[in-house]
């Protein structure tokens, strides 16, 4: 459907599958903010709306970052509280979830329990702010289950929920998550990663600088968000 890349400065994405209008070769900066396009809707046989259609792909994929899969992925480890300064509070929550037995009735809920640890930063008007929470499993053992992270203003900026637990590489010798669920509400995108064969995966593999930036050989129309920034402004 997409390739995407990231020299850990700049990204690039390549939109593949779809109608040729949203085909897109997009270039921007990991950590810029790119605000949405400004559009008015097509009247019907507007000969604009091609043209629109690909800015709102264009729009859509601005809020795409590589990072946004390699912190759901490789997580930032916890840290000791004198080398960052960070807080921790532990509690417990329940919830009540679809029961996820294979042969279970979809209407069948079961009620299952979690260990929060909230990730707290000195400072603010109030003294902290919360930063990370971390949801653990407790059915069947510890499992990092869900994990979310805050701005400076207490919203929700990403919400990463983990699912089973398998075998991975062929020595199967590491245990990971096979299935990611990434959301980001204020991006308002929602995406999904699944290991359908995770003893396939490639483990500890060393790979040449040139595999992480993405050439347009497939000669899509470009866009450069950095470069329209600059000409809106």
């Not at 859509?60 to 759901?72: D, G, I, K, V, Y």
């Not at 996820?100 to 003294?127: C, I, N």
């Not at 929700?156 to 980001?184: C, H, I, N, W």
């Amino acid at each position: 459907i997409a390739e995407m890349t990231s020299d850990g400065e700049h990204f690039r994405v390549a939109v593949l599958q779809g109608d040729e209008k949203y085909k897109r070769f997009v270039r921007g900066t990991n950590n810029a903010d790119y605000p949405k396009l400004e559009m008015d809707e097509p009247r019907q046989g507007d000969k604009k709306s091609k043209g629109k259609n690909g800015e709102r792909t264009v729009s859509a994929l601005s809020n795409l970052r590589p990072q946004h899969f390699t912190e759901a992925l490789l997580i930032s480890p916890i840290l000791p509280r004198d080398a960052t300064g960070m807080v921790y509070v532990q509690s417990e929550f329940y919830q009540e979830e679809p029961d996820p037995r294979p042969r279970a009735k979809k209407s069948e809920r079961v009620v299952r329990g979690y260990f929060l640890l909230d990730e707290l930063a000195p400072g603010g008007e109030t003294g902290a702010r919360l930063v990370r929470r971390f949801w653990f499993d407790r059915v069947g053992g510890i499992r990092l289950a869900r994990l979310q992270t805050f701005d400076a203003q207490g919203v929700l900026v990403t919400d990463v929920q983990y699912g089973e637990q398998k075998s991975f590489g062929e020595a199967g010798s590491v245990m990971l998550p096979s299935r990611v669920e990434l959301t980001r509400p204020q991006e308002h995108y929602k995406l999904s990663l699944t290991y359908q064969a995770p003893e396939a995966v490639v483990l500890d593999s060393q790979y040449d600088p040139e595999i992480f930036v993405l050439e347009n050989k497939w000669q899509l129309p470009e866009v450069d968000l950095d470069k329209r920034e600059g000409e809106r402004t």
